[in-house]
């Protein structure tokens, strides 16, 4: 009866079949509205991109084609893509008709060089080096061939001077410096008092006898009187 009881009772309950199998179904409904809207959105995206492809496309054609305006046919001769053995001609000959002839990059104007600094009022007397005047211009319109710009030639003509160091050094730099070395060594020496063997300057001094030469029973023999130590009182005979 327990048995029967818990059965009836769980699946009225706990694990009711049809609910659970509305709730499924509702389920997959969901999941197809989701899928439904996530292929339109690909498909939204995949044709937006070959747009953007077609467009970039003929955006370069066009430019080609203003590029290679001058392969244009004329009335006289007829250009590359306006073969007189084609019943039509090529489209690229119908594009480069309605397109403009790609126009050329202005380049920057170059500053112009000043020539109000050279005043012809000074003196050539008043000219000095290296702070010398630059010369008067010969002509307003550059030369005509591979000449380098006027300002860059007067730059370098009027540069300050930079010598080598053998010209900058002195010519009597070695003993300059012999003598500087003396002057330090003086400077840095450790004591002013020479050493002097025969005279009688540590005559006063007390002498300090040495750890070794030294004991508290006395000052050992050994190396001043006798290099083996002798016992005779051990002697066995008198030899």
Known sequence: IQ???????VRKYSHNYYALRKYLEAVSVNNEIV???LN?????????????????????????A?????LLSTEQIAGVYNSPFRKSPDPMELL?????????????AKSPLRWDLCDMS????????????PLPPIGTRKP???FRDTAEVLRQRYKPLEPTLRVAASINSLEKAREEIKR??????????????????????????????SGKYGQETYGIKHFREVQPKKWITGK
Do not use: C
């Open 3 to 9: 048995k029967r009881w818990r059965g009836y009772y």
């Open 35 to 37: 899928r439904k809207k």
């Open 40 to 64: 339109e959105y690909a498909e939204m995206k995949e044709k937006e991109k070959r747009r953007k492809e077609l467009e970039k496309e003929e955006k370069e054609k066009h430019h080609q």
């Open 66 to 70: 203003r590029k290679m305006h001058y």
């Open 96 to 108: 480069l008709r309605k397109s403009k002839p790609l126009s050329h990059r202005k380049q920057p």
């Open 122 to 133: 000074h003196s050539a007397a008043a000219l000095t080096f290296p702070a010398a005047e």
């Open 144 to 146: 005509q061939g591979p």
């Open 184 to 213: 330090e060594e003086w400077r840095n020496r450790v004591h002013d008092n020479e050493f002097l063997p025969f005279s009688s300057y540590h005559k006063n001094e007390k002498y300090d006898p040495s750890i070794h030469r």
